[in-house]
């Protein structure tokens, strides 16, 4: 069984990580969407609120047959490890994130050369959404419509409202 995993903060899990999730979910027989507990990175929503996200999204897309919710906070390899993960899923927009998973890759392979990287362009349309874009514009009042999951955009909308 071929079995990935997909990790990030997800902070929140916008259209742009959608979109890889549904490619990675056609490629692999199980995907693992593992939401990093970071609490150094002061992320708005919750780990469990990020989660109750993904799975919400999971089951409205119709992934929920191979894609499933986790959440780690130590190594990544070593989470995924834990779920027999062979490939670790990540997405690329622009240049700077080449540069940024390059490192990350590196350091993985070093810590577990078993399990490899692989990557998902980003849809030219999505390219310049990120979770960050999503949190600046609603903090602000504008319109988060289609940047992020329709059955989430509420939640996500009066929460950085009140911020
Ligand atoms: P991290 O803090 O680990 O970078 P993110 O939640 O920002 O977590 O992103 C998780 C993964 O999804 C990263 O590989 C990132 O490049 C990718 N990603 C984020 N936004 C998009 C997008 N719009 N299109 C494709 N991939 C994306």
């Given at each position: 069984?071929r079995?990935?995993?997909?990790?990030?903060?997800?902070?929140?899990?916008?259209?742009?990580?959608?979109?890889?999730?549904?490619?990675?979910?056609?490629?692999f027989?199980?995907?693992?969407?593992?939401?990093?507990?970071?609490?150094?990175?002061?992320?708005?929503?919750s780990?469990?609120?990020?989660?109750?996200?993904?799975?919400?999204?999971?089951?409205?897309?119709?992934?929920?047959?191979?894609?499933?919710?986790?959440?780690?906070?130590?190594?990544?390899?070593?989470y995924?490890?834990?779920?027999?993960?062979?490939?670790?899923?990540?997405?690329?927009?622009v240049?700077?994130?080449?540069?940024?998973?390059?490192?990350?890759?590196?350091?993985?392979?070093?810590?577990?050369d078993?399990?490899?990287?692989?990557?998902?362009?980003?849809?030219?349309?999505?390219?310049?959404?990120?979770?960050?874009?999503?949190?600046?514009?609603?903090?602000?009042?504008?319109?988060?419509?289609?940047?992020?999951?329709?059955?989430?955009?509420?939640?996500?909308?009066?929460?950085?409202?009140?911020?």
């Amino acid at each position: 069984m071929r079995i990935g995993v997909y990790p990030g903060s997800f902070d929140p899990f916008t259209i742009g990580h959608l979109d890889v999730l549904k490619s990675a979910a056609e490629l692999f027989d199980k995907v693992y969407v593992a939401v990093l507990n970071n609490a150094g990175k002061s992320p708005v929503f919750s780990v469990e609120e990020r989660v109750k996200m993904i799975d919400r999204v999971i089951e409205t897309a119709g992934l929920e047959s191979n894609c499933f919710s986790g959440t780690f906070g130590g190594l990544l390899v070593d989470y995924a490890s834990s779920v027999s993960a062979s490939h670790i899923i990540r997405g690329l927009r622009v240049v700077t994130d080449f540069e940024y998973e390059f490192q990350i890759d590196a350091v993985n392979r070093h810590l577990m050369d078993t399990i490899t990287t692989v990557y998902f362009m980003a849809n030219p349309s999505h390219s310049f959404l990120s979770s960050s874009n999503v949190k600046e514009i609603g903090r602000y009042g504008g319109s988060i419509e289609g940047l992020v999951p329709p059955c989430n955009e509420h939640f996500i909308r009066e929460r950085l409202a009140r911020q």
